[in-house]
């Protein structure tokens, strides 16, 4: 048994910097094919560009914590987890897993981590079962303990009667039960999880909660990236905002919303430039604050809907019509795009 740790995951100023990728010419009808991948999620860039995934984070997870990583694509969620298990080297400062770090002790954390891809890579020549056994042989299970111990992860997430089914035959949502089967074989403390309900239907997205619940109440440490405003606020005790390589706020989900502008977002979408009408909107009374961008205007007010109807006017009076209206009320969405000028999707 492990000595137990206060702090399960660190980052201190951690930063990864990735160069756009050159194009390599060949022969043939195609004038030039892309070189090596790039950062992921990341928009093309001119060859040989710098791009800074990640920019001075900071992050802290106490041990048997579920975490949660909150941002849109590209905001370098997949490349911290990708440095916390020890699959991409950060350009500089520190990860540490249990105290040991990535780098330096990659092989002990990797002893102690279990991961779940974003996208299920099982091997697909095996069957179910097989999978399972194949990985726990790099642990140095015996085949026994590796059938053993197969089986009862499969029982318990709903696959036992899968276990001789080729992986090709499972459902999307079956293939991610697979994956936490998998990292889990070899019992490890803390669970790293990336965009794990990405690409599912709701009613597999919501059983799959229901795993990640349950192997929490277990104590175990969970670690996962989303972009679903629900997901992070139902499943995860803290979450930690991230956009362009920053955190931008961390705290329990329900903290996170008091921070949110007070009052309801109300946002404006008009048939041209948002920022002329922005005085206007500021007149009316109540308004708490208003922000002009592109051809939206977000404005926040304590009433919501008794301001809609005010506010139409004041656009109509500006020389503007308006397209659409949502209501938001205050929530980590609300926070979002008080914290980025932007949603999450």
Not at 22 to 37: F, I, M, N, Q, Y
Not at 83 to 102: F, H, K, N
Request: net charge positive; glycine share 10%.
């Amino acid at each position: 048994m492990r000595a137990a740790v206060a702090v399960a995951i660190e980052t201190r100023a951690l930063r990864k910097v990735y160069t756009a990728p050159k194009l390599t010419r060949r022969r043939g009808p195609s004038a030039s094919v892309p070189g090596p991948p790039g950062p992921p999620s990341v928009p093309l860039a001119a060859p040989g560009t710098q791009i800074v995934a990640l920019d001075g984070l900071d992050l802290s997870v106490p041990e048997g914590q579920f975490f949660g990583l909150l941002g849109p694509n590209g905001a370098g969620k997949t490349t911290t987890i990708g440095i916390l298990t020890t699959r991409v080297l950060p350009s500089g400062g520190q990860a540490l897993i249990a105290g040991e770090d990535v780098v330096a002790r990659a092989v002990s954390v990797r002893r102690r981590i279990g991961v779940v891809p974003q996208r299920p890579n099982p091997d697909r020549g095996l069957g179910v079962l097989e999978n399972l056994v194949f990985h726990a042989a790099y642990f140095g299970f015996s085949p026994a303990d590796s059938r053993r111990r197969a089986q009862e992860l499969l029982d318990r997430l709903g696959l036992g009667e899968r276990g001789e089914a080729r992986v090709d035959q499972l459902s999307g949502g079956q293939q991610q039960r697979l994956m936490i089967a998998r990292a889990l074989i070899h019992e490890p403390e803390i669970l790293f999880l990336d965009e794990p309900t990405v690409g599912l239907d709701p009613q597999a997205r919501r059983a799959l909660w229901d795993i990640l619940r349950a192997l929490h109440t277990e104590g175990r440490t969970i670690v996962m990236t989303t972009h679903y405003m629900e997901e992070a606020e139902l499943l995860c005790q803290r979450v930690a905002i991230v956009d362009q390589g920053r955190l931008l706020a961390c705290d329990a989900p329900a903290e996170l919303r008091r921070r949110a502008p007070g009052g309801t977002l109300i946002e404006i979408s008009l048939d041209g430039p948002a920022a002329p009408v922005e005085p206007a909107a500021r007149a009316v009374a109540g308004v708490l604050g208003v922000e002009a961008r592109d051809t939206t205007l977000a404005v926040y007010h304590p009433s919501g809907g008794e301001a809609v109807a005010p506010l139409i006017g004041a656009v109509q009076a500006a020389g503007r019509q308006v397209t659409n209206i949502r209501l938001a009320p205050p929530s980590l969405e609300t926070l979002f795009i008080s914290l980025t000028g932007r949603k999450l999707d």
